[in-house]
């Protein structure tokens, strides 16, 4: 790289407050707001000893809070060696934007500790979570009603409920103690479908773009959604449900990356087995279906219709923006293309279902999972079987006034009461698709050309509405 070329580089935090100071010059908002908009209202790092294999290591967290104009903040929690401040704030001010898009009333905020989770052991972890836990909640940041944690990168389920765990040793009288995490293990207060949400959020935003001929056409693409070959870079939590999903509504995947190398199978991959492949090695090289080729990057450039970025930050920059051939991205990680590489992606007419909008699923169900928390019972619990006993009288109803059968089929559906994890997904889709609706209706009335500057642009206003409603 050039030293002009890397003096010009962007920290995270910078792309995402460039995609700000861009809305708010296009859509003409205040400057002043852009001031209040892009403050991350605090940040606590912490640096807290913890006994290891009979030694001290000193562990260094983070959490920035961005907004509080709603409270609880949310935001996941991020466990790497690579974490540092800048790019926990950018985290945190991509999640009030997300929560702000599909009308979650929760503030922004995210959290990291700088750890290498393979590194240590099962136990280890559990010990160094719940400390980290503990400072955090002794200094008023952790609570259900203040700023409530959920998986991210290097965490998962099992995290969240040691996170309950240490926080209710603490406030034992606190009665919503479960909602001080989200994502947590269905026999620990988890919801159903929260585990898969932001890859059926993800498959819910693309659905939904589809379903638009009008902006499809500016794109020169058909609406023959089915038919398209898609490209997963990243196959964690986001990337492994992201396949899943499209692929049980037919859609080819015809390659998946993760860290150590890249499957191509231009027939589809079987993504069922490569998941059981996974889970039982750990690993996708050596998967005995498709191509297994070692340089993961070459997921970003294979000619595919769809690509989703769905691993870490900076993925497609201007260095590499170039080798891009799909001709729709939809990001399902938080910030994997930069705001440089975004312009000439721009340039190219080529749309992007933006971070801020497509992977908001996820947050979206943490809502969900807060909520069953705080009100301690299940979804559906109360009127599952009144709604099937319903569909039963209305099904008897219409046998005695007609001779013509009903379908078994249709029998089903009407003697059918809503389950958790149905009320989870219809509330999912029911998000997605009236924030897209938003989200073009701002992109039209502006005249952009992108998906993200709308995106931004309905985040801001809602953020400006409310902090001048509260008072600054
Ligand atoms: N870590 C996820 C995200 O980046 C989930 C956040 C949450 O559920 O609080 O959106």
Known sequence: ??????????????????????????????????????????????????????????????????????????????????????????????MSYKCAIVDVPFGGAKGGLKIKPSNFSDNELEIITKKFTRELTRRGTLSPARDVPAPD???????????????????PEDINWMSVATGKPLEHGGIRGRLQATGRGVHQAMKEF??????????KLDANYENKKVSIQGF??????????????????????????????????????????????GTINGFPDGNFEKNPDKSLYVNCDILIPAALENAIVLQNVNKIKAKLIV??????????????????????????????????????????????????????RYEENRG????????????????????????????????????LEDSMRTAFQEIKTMKNKFKLKDYRTAAYGIAIKKLEKSYLELGL
């Open 1 to 94: 790289m050039t030293k002009k070329n890397s003096e010009k580089r962007k920290t995270f935090r910078q792309n995402v407050e460039a995609f700000v100071d861009d809305a708010i010059i296009k859509l003409k908002i205040s400057e002043d707001i852009s001031k209040i908009i892009k403050a991350c209202r605090s940040v606590i790092q912490l640096k807290f000893p913890v006994k290891i294999k009979g030694k001290i290591q000193i562990f260094r967290g983070w959490r920035a809070i961005h907004s509080t104009h709603r409270l609880p903040t949310k935001g996941g929690l991020r466990f790497s060696p690579d974490i540092n401040q800048d790019e926990v704030e950018a985290l945190s001010a991509l």
């Open 153 to 171: 990168v290097g965490t998962n389920p099992k995290m969240m409920s040691w996170i309950c765990d240490a926080y209710k040793s603490l406030h």
């Open 210 to 219: 589809f379903r638009h001929p009008d902006e499809l056409k500016k794109y």
């Open 236 to 281: 964690g939590n986001v990337g492994s449900n992201t396949a899943r999903s499209l692929n049980e509504d037919g859609i080819k995947i015809i390659c998946i990356s993760e860290r150590e190398g890249m499957i191509f199978d231009k027939n589809g991959i079987n993504i069922s087995n490569l998941i059981e492949y996974k889970e039982k090695k």
């Open 331 to 384: 990001e399902a990680a938080n910030g994997p293309i930069s705001f440089r590489a975004n312009s000439e992606l721009i340039k190219k007419n080529i749309p992007i279902l933006p971070d801020i909008y497509a992977n908001a699923g996820g947050v979206f169900v943490s809502y969900m999972e807060w909520i069953r928390g705080i009100s301690h019972i299940r979804l559906g619990r109360m009127n599952r």
């Open 392 to 427: 039963r009288e209305i099904v008897e109803a219409i046998n005695q006034i007609t001779d013509k059968k009903i379908s078994k089929k249709s029998i089903q559906s009407i003697v059918y009461g809503a389950k958790e994890e149905d009320i989870v997904n219809s509330g």
